[in-house]
């Protein structure tokens, strides 16, 4: 490991990369005005695991207005973030990332989202007369999400021919459905621009969930891993969210589509705003492929299991490790 100077920099690892920030022109995009984004979809989830959505119809304002909520949170004094942390595993976290040792040069709030109704878990700086604007903008904007993610998994029941059209969507908008969202800060650090080499935000991992739906700043940083295992960095935008199939969507369909791996790397110039909503089925729910989607005398690549011992499992362990891994057969 490079040791800098910055001795809070020294714990975090640093990815040696002289190339990094080519851009990866191809990411598949899903247009959902246009016939034929069921099939789009499909694809992308079979080929790369992530996609970008437009014409998604949800109003850019309301992703503004809660990373102008968000930044003003991170503006805080470290001393009054903390009220809301440490996250165990809800809260307020800087740089620690899960249980297991893992660090980044990001800080971050984590909420459990239950549905019906809509609610998130509560912590510190909330509670106050003044996070008024905050608690409404993260309200109206997990609604919104909520309602596109129901959208893109029906559209993918559409795409796969599967019936019944919600045979996916039921699992993350149900009642006990198990929900988190994120709002990650990544500040710049200057330092690396002298450096050959880039800084981890939040080191390569796959979701555990069905889906995520991230949605951030102008500032690069994400990077997807392709089939052939090289990294590619993903252009950011604004107005269009981007969709991450998660370990469970690979298992329900058997393998065909691909839990992809991602990371972020710290920006020297400009910070990174990202918010992203886990959609994560009922703790209780049996994660096996749905048999509507295998062919004939086809088995199942994967040992039986249930969402909550699958977050249990990955609650013990390191960001990078193959957690589903210990399920294949
Ligand atoms: C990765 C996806 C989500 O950010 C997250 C992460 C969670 C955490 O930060 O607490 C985990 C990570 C994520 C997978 C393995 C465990 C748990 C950190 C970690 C080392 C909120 C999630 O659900 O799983």
């Known amino acids: 490991m490079v040791v800098l100077a910055d001795e809070a920099l020294d714990q975090i690892p640093l990815i040696r990369s002289p190339k990094l920030g080519a851009n990866f022109s191809d ?23 992530f996609f970008k959505v437009v014409n998604h119809g949800v109003p850019v304002e309301l992703a503004e207005r809660l990373e102008a909520e968000a930044i003003k949170f991170f503006a805080l004094p470290q001393l009054d973030k903390e009220k809301s ?17 893992d660090v980044g ?8 989202i239950t549905s019906a109704p809509l609610s998130y878990t509560s912590m510190s700086f909330l509670e106050e007369p003044s996070a008024r604007s905050f ?5 109206e904007y997990l609604q919104a999400v909520r309602n596109l993610a129901s959208d893109l998994l029906r559209l993918m029941a559409e795409g796969l021919k599967i019936e019944p059209i919600d045979a996916f969507s039921r699992l993350v908008m149900g009642e006990q459905s198990d929900g988190i969202f994120r709002l990650n800060h990544y500040p710049k650090c200057p330092i690396l621009e002298k450096l050959n080499c880039s800084l981890t935000g ?11 739906v991230l949605r951030s700043n102008s500032s690069t ?35 065909r589509f691909r839990s992809v791996r ?5 920006n020297g110039l400009k910070s990174r705003v990202s918010m992203i909503y886990f959609f994560g089925p009922p703790p209780a729910e049996r994660i096996a492929p749905l ?24 609650y013990k362990s390191r960001l990078s490790d193959d957690r589903l891994g210990q399920f294949e057969k």
């Not at 942390?85 to 040792?101: A, D, M, Q």
């Not at 608690?135 to 309200?139: C, I, Q, T, V």
């Not at 991602?262 to 710290?266: F, Q």
């Open 27 to 49: 990411i598949p995009v899903v247009d959902l005005s246009m016939p034929g984004s069921a099939e789009a979809l499909v694809g992308a989830c079979e080929e790369v695991g």
């Open 85 to 101: 942390g440490p996250p165990n595993p809800f809260g307020y976290g800087n740089k620690t990332i899960g249980l297991n040792g």
């Open 105 to 112: 040069w990001v800080e971050y709030l984590l909420f459990a």
């Open 135 to 139: 608690r409404s903008a993260l309200k």
């Open 202 to 212: 939040f080191g390569e991992h796959t979701d555990p969930q069905i889906i995520s």
């Open 221 to 255: 940083g994400l990077q997807i891993s392709l089939k052939d295992g090289t990294w590619v960095a993903v252009p950011p935008d604004q107005e269009s969210f981007f969709i991450n199939v998660g370990d469970a969507l690979q298992v329900l369909t058997n393998g």
């Open 262 to 266: 991602h990371r972020v790397l710290a």
């Open 291 to 314: 048999p509507q989607l295998m062919g004939e005398g086809e088995q199942s690549k994967y040992r039986e299991f249930t969402w909550g011992e699958y977050k249990k499992a990955s």
